[in-house]
């Protein structure tokens, strides 16, 4: 069972990298997915029409409706410090000062925006980081008779096969998606070599399984690739995360911060919560009074 299953599906979702990793995450996968059925085995997930975009259109709709500001496509340079704690953020060089500062990148990325003064008394990241390559296809017909399939054949370098459809309505998408994925090390070959020839060999990876899938059918297609998407908690994580407000100030949410679970929706809005709930504690008296009434 070992050597024929769960070997090659850690060696296929790890990129080969597996000797550090703790029970937890078999543990947290199992469960997730078991949750995602019921009794009988039915599949009982759930999606959003339009996407997260629809998620995130109502939330910004909300933030305005409270009189919150949103402001998007800005890069922001740097969160600084004055004495204990942060006061803000500088864009466009110029400091914007509030009361508190939530950070919601991934600690490799954050470590860039940090004050000097804030690195030294923000706790080490403990994790490792996977990155990942997606060819999603929008076909015409349905490829797979599964949502998900998790490869343990290692001749097809693939970590899964995702069609989505099976869960989303495909009249909604004009056809069915299906996401060709292969996680992989932040240094993988595979993240610098040109689009059109790495989306041919996943789509013929994804033909060696679904001989089917021929290229007639795909009706669009798009590579995307990111070097740090998933964190790693490896042997020794439990008891040692990290804290989520170490200086006045400031906050840090990401997911990173997902722990024993795995990475998905449910989790993330159970890291937002405790974000939320810690940064109005924090809040000096009048900035709570006022966030109260909003």
Request: with cysteine.
């Amino acid at each position: 069972m070992v050597e024929r299953l769960w070997m090659p599906l850690l060696d296929s979702k790890f990129d080969g990298r597996v000797s550090d990793l703790p029970a937890t995450y078999i543990w947290a996968r199992t469960r997730r997915m078991s949750g995602a059925r019921d009794s009988t085995g039915k599949e009982t997930m759930g999606w959003l029409e339009g996407g997260y975009e629809t998620l995130i259109d109502a939330l910004a709709e909300r933030i305005r409706a409270r009189g919150g500001e949103l402001h998007t496509g800005r890069a922001v340079d740097s969160i600084v410090a004055d004495g204990p704690g942060a006061t803000g953020i500088v864009v466009d060089g110029r400091l914007e000062p509030f009361d508190a500062v939530l950070c919601t990148l991934a600690p490799p990325q954050r470590q860039q925006l940090l004050d000097p003064s804030l690195l030294g008394r923000v706790a080490a990241d403990r994790c490792r980081y996977l990155g990942v390559i997606c060819l999603l296809l929008r076909t015409r017909e349905s490829v797979s008779p599964y949502h998900t399939l998790n490869i343990t054949d290692r001749r097809v370098p693939l970590t899964t096969i995702v069609e989505t459809t099976h869960v989303v309505d495909a009249e909604q998408v004009g056809g069915h998606l299906v996401y060709v994925t292969k996680y992989v090390e932040p240094g993988h070959a595979d993240l610098t070599r040109p689009d059109a020839e790495l989306a041919a060999e996943y789509l013929g990876h994804a033909r060696t399984i679904f001989p089917g899938l021929d290229t007639a059918g795909v009706l669009a297609q798009s590579l995307q690739r990111a070097r740090i998407v998933e964190p790693v908690h490896v042997l020794g994580s439990a008891g040692r995360e990290p804290d989520s407000f170490p200086v006045p100030g400031l906050a840090l949410a990401s997911t990173a911060d997902v722990y024993p679970e795995i990475v998905n929706g449910q989790a993330m809005v159970k890291v937002a919560d405790r974000a939320v709930a810690g940064i109005l504690q924090r809040l000096p008296d009048r900035a709570r009074a006022t966030a109260a009434a909003a």
